[in-house]
């Protein structure tokens, strides 16, 4: 304040403290107030209706004549206007300081806000930088802006403290009326707070309008107030309105904004707002906040239902807006800032927090997050923490290791071979073959199409539609997936990271797994990544709290349902433990949840599940092609046990030999006892049904193979059992190492035999390579010739001469995309053709080549290597012309006409029921998304009720 | 159960007791060791022939279904237009001269007279240039045909096409001479549209060789093909049978005794030299020819083996092997002004033969020679005459390495012969040899026996989606 500073005006300082049920932060309210290092001038209490007492501390601190006591139904801008109308006029530049009773300010607040004022004449609203009542140190305003959608955004983090980093006198776009300097003549000039808008928002519009008659709006971050954001945490019943504060606050953001723009700018407002509601509705209900998406629903439509309201809060506020809106543009958010909020959002959902929004909530109520613990200690930046993680850490040692092994596979043309066929297209051939009721390819069939085909389609419709990389991700990466998912999923049953570690990378490496990539077999590979998440699930519904119990069962439901589809021998696997575990462990809602969650799968999966429960053998099977020279027909006995199930890819079998022992060593401690009991318990089930499995004959789809069934599901089963059971009195090997001696040597000892499994397999796995039956790159069998011309629809009867016998398929012009050939032929056709390729191969003349035509086949195909024998037995038949034949490939045409046989009408009710099965899809996801935990942690009001009507304060 | 679960090792005991019970199902619920016997082809009844006899002009030609047959089943004779009979009764020899000037006989057998229809025809000259005995078996169309026998400079030899389908057929002639393949200026390709025929003077093609292969094979479609050799200078005539397709191991049958240059001839089509070994299979045994064991053979080539010394004039058949595919034929002449007659690589008759046109009595001759190179061979023969009835089967067992000569008896007219092996024979081959007294030297015609088509192999067939799997 120095001599050459221009003359000030002489300042007036009317405060009003507006209050409603707020005795709990009243005295300290009025207490700051009479503190101030620059005194008011004037100071008028107002108490809208309290029951609490506030009157009493009103009157008590200022005197019965400065208190003015309004109904309970007032608002805040009404009960400020009453205090104005009453009041005369007083001296000089008049100022209005504005308080909440929950916002107290700093002593020095009106001193620096009336600083600030002297510094800038046109500044006509000032407010101070709002912190936390509670925790002090918690910043929650420094200025709010507010996007064209209406978010409320005030620039900072969640629960960000103060330290300075926003200090200064800058231009906002508003304030918040707790603690809001205002000049007195302004808000004459602009009408006061609109009482349309009683709770919420008013502060906005009311510094839209004074910014629209050219003033300036300011935040004084020297000037500090505390707040205890009372009306908007639910600390007190709002009695201004009966809606719902939420849905108030959406509907006033969005009629301010709208109220407030000028007319361009407000037609592409009204678009965004629209898809945007739209949007985030349909977020809403997704993440299973159906409250939240009706509040966001109904608040548009009252916005929108009211055009007439809306005309006139426009004409009233049409003075200056044109010209002021290039000020104002600069302080509205940027556009990119909804893209980020979404970001922010997926992001916190994926982290288990729920929708929350990070921008413009009012801060504290953000719930604390909960510790990880282990997982956050040190905070070193992203890439340290990252890193330091033994979950990422496993990850990216098993997807080097995985790399390695695959090099043969990985970046090849078209990955094929064992039970896969060659993937070729991409995501809308799988669709197709979903939806189509009617399957043309092979010979036709009506049969419905195996679902895993929907759960590839979904992959790889998000895999940019290219089916090749999601079967690659889901069969090639099936270790480091189940590595991670095994480790993510024992978080909560099993302590000690390195245990886990363990535990997951013996679990990821396990002759299942490289046995199922050699021999692409792609069910498998999907229950291995899923299995730890179902015992985990399960865990959760055995033991959770009721709610997140059952939404665990829905969980479990819906990932069942997935691993049915590729493999349903999981379904009758879990099926029984699940049963055992509700008979074991009988508590309130266990039965009903361990119903849900294996009703579900049965409901989703009908009438696929329907038709192959038909012939049971099939169960056994899962997804792609039974074939007998991928499974081993006499299984040694102590393979069974040494969880190797045989067939290509496997490693030795002395390899699991040290996962084995140190289960059985588990077996000797005393802790856990219960839990030993029966994850043994579960590994000798999986044992046993792997060895009826494996000792099953099952006939393929088509009945042209008869092999056993390969056990590595049941397997998997088994080896978890013993992993939870090894891995859960691992932390005895601690205290032994502690203990010194004998006891440490024997320690170092089961650790390094453990420790063997993961670190041989991995090795065998590498140093042999993962080349199996699966090949990276496979030729494509339908040559192009026939492809070109089979464009009407023409089919193509591929024959491959093998030592067996002969062997044919029916093509339709393109190699079977995944899970066509797992849809079998009617038998009728099928014999037929048979018999046909059967007397066309032989040469014994005849009207085998009339059959093919009637079936629509037109082209003969003699697949590699070609069989010279066979193919002069093509040359030979007077019906077929040949079209090309090398040592690679023959090709012959029938000389006759093809009959194209009509696709008869489909179902009707097939259409209806994908479309039945997509909502109960939808349903049970929705069910099973984790809430929000804010729902769970929001406190709850701490007051009772009253028997309320009316308005507080905020 | 609690107290033994906390028992430290009642639980450990349990757990290893449960775990041997396990190895125990297991181990006892294991599968045999049967190795699974993939199921054998089926035979079933061929149900449509097609042959093409090539010049039946003034040829007496035979037709034939063997016995057996069940159900309805024509077959149709025609020449041209006009078609000469329709046969239906299966076991009945239709055995007539053509007219001369006939275009090519096309047979065409459906039903019970398809299985196994054979045709011949045979023509016999007592002077002029194309004196002596000229047999052919009637092929049907297929894509490729091996033919071995002299070459362009040693006689005349014509090529006769004939494209008996419905599609047309493009049809290329390679040539292997002595000196390697010939690439002629005429360039050997031929469309033939249905039903077309056409001559081809293998001279035109290449005009040098003594000794040559002619592989026969289409682009697209299928053709018969067969070749009729006149000697220069009046020695002999005859057609060459058709070679059976290039092998390892190629057994070349019915190599007639008496005297009269034996030449083998083995062409390499493989793209490397070869040595090839020979051995001579007779009816005293079997041995490998003194100093001439082994024939080298240049790639693309066809060489000559002077074999008239090696097999002593007894009735033979020979088998030759070699590390890359060859084609075998033989030339077999009677004395020095007689006839001439060829043999070639043949393949087992394993589901029996029938040879249709065969005629004995006064100064003819016929006799089977049947070979089993590998084990003992049993086959009962039939003669089929065309008046009378059918004769009694006998049984002729070949003793494992030798060949067997067998006379076939007198018959009044021609007739037919049905070979069947019985079952635990080994691989039959053979050839059946016509000769004929005529004055200034005896006439001669071997035909190698070709496997039946009374049954069709028809292989397990099943369906797979593995198909389109590597």
Redesign the interface.
């Known amino acids: 304040m120095s001599i050459t500073d221009p003359p000030r005006p002489h300042h007036t300082v009317t405060a009003i403290v507006v209050s409603h049920d707020g005795s709990r932060w009243l005295g300290e309210t009025l207490e700051a107030l009479l503190r101030q290092t620059r005194p008011v001038d004037r100071v008028v209490g107002v108490d809208n209706g309290s029951r609490d007492g506030s009157t009493a501390l009103l009157t008590g601190a200022l005197g019965p004549k400065a208190v003015l006591t309004l109904p309970r139904s007032t608002g805040f801008g009404e009960a400020v206007t009453e205090v104005l109308d009453r009041l005369g006029p007083g001296g000089g530049q008049e100022w209005i300081w504005l308080l909440h009773d929950d916002c107290a300010p700093d002593a020095r607040a009106l001193q620096a806000l009336l600083r600030a004022a002297d510094q800038d004449p046109r500044a006509a609203v000032l407010g101070p930088k709002l912190r936390d009542w509670l925790d002090r140190r918690l910043l929650l305003e420094v200025g709010v802006t507010v996007d064209r959608t209406g978010r409320r955004d005030t620039g900072l983090e969640a629960r960000e403290f103060d330290q300075g980093q926003y200090d200064g006198v800058r231009d906002v776009l508003s304030v918040s009326t707790a603690g809001m300097l205002i000049r007195r003549d302004v808000w004459d000039e602009v009408g006061g707070l609109d009482p349309a808008l009683p709770l919420f928002r008013d502060d906005l519009d009311l510094c839209w309008r004074v910014r629209s008659a050219g003033y300036r709006v300011l935040n004084v971050t020297q000037a500090v107030a505390w707040h205890a954001e009372a009306a908007y945490r639910r600390r007190r019943r709002i009695t201004a309105s009966g809606d719902h504060p939420r849905r108030l606050d959406r509907r006033n953001a969005m009629f301010v904004v709208m109220a407030n723009l000028p007319f361009r700018p407000l037609l592409r407002a009204l678009v965004r707002n629209l898809f945007g509601s739209l949007f985030r509705t349909v977020l809403f209900l997704a993440a299973k906040q159906p409250a939240n998406a009706l509040d966001e629903f109904l608040a548009f439509g009252s916005v929108f239902g009211h055009p007439v309201r809306m005309l006139r809060a426009r004409r009233a506020r049409a003075l200056g807006r044109e010209q002021s809106y290039g000020t104002i543009r600069r302080l509205l958010s940027p556009p990119g800032a909804g893209w980020r909020r979404l970001a922010d959002r997926t992001q916190s959902y994926l982290s288990g927090a729920g929708f929350v929004e990070s921008a413009g909530r009012h801060h504290a109520v953000t719930a604390a997050q909960q510790e990880d613990g282990e997982e956050l200690l040190t905070d070193a930046g992203v890439t340290q923490r990252v890193f330091s993680n033994p979950g990422v850490l496993l990850f990216l040692a098993l997807a080097l290791v995985t790399l390695a092994a695959e090099r043969s596979l990985i970046g090849g043309a078209r990955l094929?071979?064992?039970a896969l066929?060659?993937v070729i297209g991409g995501a809308s051939d799988l669709w197709d073959l979903y939806r189509e009721d009617y399957h043309q390819a092979g010979l036709g069939s009506d049969a419905w199409a195996p679902p895993y085909v929907a759960v590839l389609a979904v992959l790889s419709s998000l895999l940019f539609g290219k089916t090749w990389l999601a079967v690659s991700l889901l069969l090639l990466g099936s270790v480091p997936l189940a590595g991670l998912s095994a480790y993510v999923a024992t978080r909560s049953m099993i302590p000690g990271r390195w245990t886990r570690v363990w535990l997951a990378s013996s679990y990821a490496l396990l002759p299942v797994a490289t046995g199922a990539i050699a021999a692409g077999r792609l069910g498998t590979a999907v229950v291995l990544v899923l299995l730890p998440v179902y015992a985990a699930l399960a865990t959760r519904v055995l033991a959770g709290e009721r709610r997140r119990a059952r939404r665990a069962a829905w969980g479990l439901g819906l990932l069942l349902t997935v691993g049915t589809a590729f493999a349903p021998l999981v379904y009758p696997l879990a099926a029984v433990l699940g049963a055992l575990a509700a008979l074991a462990f009988p508590r309130r809602g266990v039965a009903v949840s361990m119903a849900v969650a294996f009703a579900v799968p049965v409901v989703l999966l009908f009438p696929w599940l329907l038709q192959t429960a038909a012939d049971p053998g099939r169960l056994l099977l899962e997804a792609g092609?039974h074939?007998s020279s991928l499974v081993e027909?006499?299984?040694?006995?102590?393979a069974?046990?040494l969880l190797s199930p045989g067939g290509p890819g496997m490693p030795p079998l002395w390899v699991t030999g040290g996962l084995i022992t140190a289960c059985?060593a588990a077996?000797?401690m005393?802790r856990n006892?219960?839990v030993?009991?029966i994850g043994?318990g579960v590994a000798?089930f999986g044992?046993?049904v792997a060895?009826l499995v494996?000792?099953t004959q099952v006939t393929s789809a088509?009945?042209?193979?008869e092999a056993?069934a390969w056990p590595g599901v049941p397997l998997a089963f088994a080896a978890t059992g013993m992993l939870v059971v090894a891995a859960l009195t691992a932390d005895r090997i601690v205290e032994f190492r502690a203990a010194g001696g004998l006891r440490r040597a024997a320690a170092l000892g089961v650790v390094l035999v453990a420790f063997s499994t993961p670190l041989l397999a991995a090795g065998m796995w590498v140093a042999r390579g993962a080349d199996g039956?699966l090949?990276g790159t496979?030729?494509d069998?339908v040559p192009a010739l026939v492809a070109v011309n089979s464009a009407g629809g023409e089919r193509a009867l591929?024959?491959?001469?093998t030592?067996?016998?002969?062997?044919?398929?029916?093509?339709r012009g393109r190699?079977?995309v995944v899970g066509e050939?797992?849809i079998p032929?009617p038998d009728g056709p099928?014999e037929r053709?048979?018999l046909a390729?059967?007397?066309l191969?032989?040469?014994?003349?005849?009207?085998d080549a009339r059959v093919l035509a009637a079936h629509g086949i037109r082209f003969v195909v003699l697949?590699?290597p070609v069989d010279?024998r066979l193919s002069?037995a093509l040359?030979?038949q007077?019906a077929l012309?040949?079209?090309s034949l090398s040592r690679a490939v023959g090709v012959w045409r029938l000389?006759q006409q093809v009959a194209l046989p009509a696709a008869p009408p489909g179902d009707p009710w097939h259409g209806r029921w994908l479309w039945a099965q997509a909502v109960l899809v939808l349903v049970v996801a929705a069910l099973a998304a984790p809430g929000s935990r804010t729902d769970g942690a929001e406190p709850a009001p701490q007051e009772e009720p009253g028997p309320v009507r009316e308005l507080a304060a905020r | 159960m609690k107290s033994l679960i906390e028992n430290r090792f009642g639980l450990l005991a349990l757990v290893l007791v449960a775990l041997l019970a396990l190895y125990g199902v297991a181990f006892a619920g294991r599968p045999d060791a049967v190795a699974a016997r993939p199921p054998g082809p089926q035979k079933v009844p061929v149900a449509e022939v097609t042959t093409v006899c090539p010049a039946p002009g003034g040829t007496d030609v035979a037709v034939i279904t063997p016995p057996g047959g069940q159900g309805q089943g024509t077959a149709t004779l025609v020449t041209g237009d006009k078609t000469l009979a329709t046969l239906d009764t299966p076991g009945r020899l239709w055995h007539e001269g053509v007219p001369a000037g006939s275009p090519p006989l096309v047979t065409t057998a459906v039903g019970s007279m398809a299985a196994g229809v054979e045709a011949a025809q045979t023509r016999r000259e007592t002077s002029g240039g194309q004196r002596g005995l000229a047999g052919v078996r009637c092929t049907e169309p297929v894509a490729s045909t091996w033919l071995v026998g002299p070459g362009p400079a040693a006689a005349d030899v014509t090529l006769y096409l004939t494209n008996a389908d419905l599609a047309p057929a493009i049809t290329e002639i390679l040539v292997y001479s002595g000196e390697g393949p010939v690439v002629g200026d005429a360039g050997g390709v031929f469309t033939l549209k249905p039903g077309e025929s056409r001559t081809v003077k293998v001279a035109d093609l290449a005009p040098s060789p003594l000794v040559m292969a002619l592989h026969v094979r289409t682009i697209s479609g299928r053709v018969t093909a067969a070749a009729r050799a006149i000697m220069n200078g009046g020695r002999g005539v005859d057609w060459l049978p058709a070679a059976a397709p290039p092998a390892t191991r190629v057994v070349v049958p019915g190599i007639p005794g008496g005297g009269g240059e034996r030449r083998l001839l083995v062409a390499s089509v493989d793209e490397a030299d070869t040595l090839v070994e020979v051995r001579a299979l007779t009816p005293d045994g079997t041995y490998a020819l003194k100093g001439r064991e082994l024939v080298e053979v240049p790639a693309g080539s066809v060489a000559a083996l002077d074999l008239s010394a090696g097999v002593g004039g007894r009735p033979a058949a020979l088998v030759l092997t070699s590390d890359t595919p060859i084609v075998a034929g033989l030339v077999a002449r009677t004395g020095a002004k007689g006839d001439v007659a060829f043999t070639a690589g043949a393949v087992p008759i394993d589901l029996g033969s029938v040879v249709a046109g065969n005629r004995t009595g006064d100064k003819k001759g016929a006799r089977l020679l049947l070979t089993a190179p590998d084990a003992i061979g049993r086959v009962s023969v039939q003669v089929l005459p065309r008046e009378g009835e059918p004769r009694e089967p006998f049984q002729v067992d070949i003793s494992a390495g030798r060949t067997k000569q067998v006379k076939l008896p007198k018959v009044d007219g021609p007739f037919a012969v049905v070979l069947l092996p019985l079952p635990g024979s080994g691989p039959v081959y053979g050839g059946r040899v016509m000769d004929e007294r005529l004055k200034g030297g005896p006439a001669l015609t071997i035909q190698p026996l070709a496997p039946a088509r009374m049954w069709a192999l028809v292989p397990p067939v099943t369906e797979s989606a593995a198909v389109v799997l590597p």
């Open positions: 094929g071979g064992g066929v060659p092609l074939q027909a006499r299984l040694p006995a102590q069974l046990l059985l077996l000797l005393r006892r219960m030993i009991a043994w000798l044992v046993l060895i494996s000792r088509g009945g042209d193979v056993p039956p090949r496979v030729r069998v591929m024959l491959h001469g030592e067996e016998g002969l062997r044919y398929t029916v093509l190699t079977p050939a797992d032929a099928r053709v048979r390729a059967a007397g191969v032989s040469g014994r003349g005849g009207d697949t590699a010279p002069q040359d030979s007077p012309a040949r079209m000389t």
